[in-house]
Structures are given as C-alpha cells and as structure tokens.
C-alpha cells in the first residue's frame, strides 16, 4: 500500500486549501479513505472519512461544514477541500487506509496570518 498526500502549503484564516492523496497497491474502490492530522505535541485527530462508493461522508465536528472529503475512484486518488480555515486547522495532514493501518507521510497545512 502506498500513500502520497500533496496541496499542503501556507494559508491566511479564512482561505482555502485543496489536499490530495494519490494512492496505489490494493483495490482502491473496495476501500474506505479517511483523512487524520497531528502537530507535533498534539493527539492525532481524525478528520474525515469516506466509503468506497463516495457515497456517506463523515465529519470530525472540528471541521463539519468547513471540509468536504471526497474522491475519484477512476484516478485512485482522495480529496479533502478545506475552506474558512482556522489557525487550530494547523497540522500535518494524513491519508490513511482504515483496513490496512496504512499512513501516507504527510503533507503540512499552516494556517496563520
């Protein structure tokens, strides 16, 4: 299994940040997706997860109505859309398969002013 999340970067509160996480070795669209963060010090928090289908997306409250994860099965790859961004949404961000325990390495979001 591999993961390769990108579209980290710098952004001002209230801007927006696309995140992708192209992924391969295993059967894309049997597979639940999910997005985790961590900041150094700090719990990994889920995110985001979305069935195989992309049919029922589920929110951490942290971030509902604010994010919006969702994926292109064709392309093997996973989206999480970030809008109104917070300084507490400062974290490096995972793409994470569920049933393989399987993490990408991360890409860093800074949101600050």
């Known amino acids: 299994v591999q993961l390769e999340e990108s579209g980290g970067g710098w952004v001002q509160p209230g801007g927006s940040l696309r995140l992708s996480c192209q992924a391969s070795?295993?059967?894309?669209?049997?597979?639940?997706m999910s997005w985790y963060r961590q900041a150094p010090g700090k719990e990994r928090e889920w995110v985001a997860h979305?069935?195989?289908?992309?049919?029922?997306?589920h929110y951490a409250d942290s971030v509902k109505g604010r994010f919006t994860i969702s994926r292109d099965n064709a392309k093997n790859q996973v989206y999480l859309q970030m809008d109104n961004l917070k300084p507490e949404d400062t974290d490096v961000y995972y793409c994470?398969?569920?049933?393989?325990?399987?993490w990408g390495q991360g890409t860093q979001v800074t949101v600050s002013s």
């Open positions: 994470v398969v569920p049933k393989f325990a399987s």
């Open positions: 070795g295993f059967v894309f669209n049997t597979a639940v």
């Open positions: 979305l069935t195989s289908s992309g049919a029922s997306p």
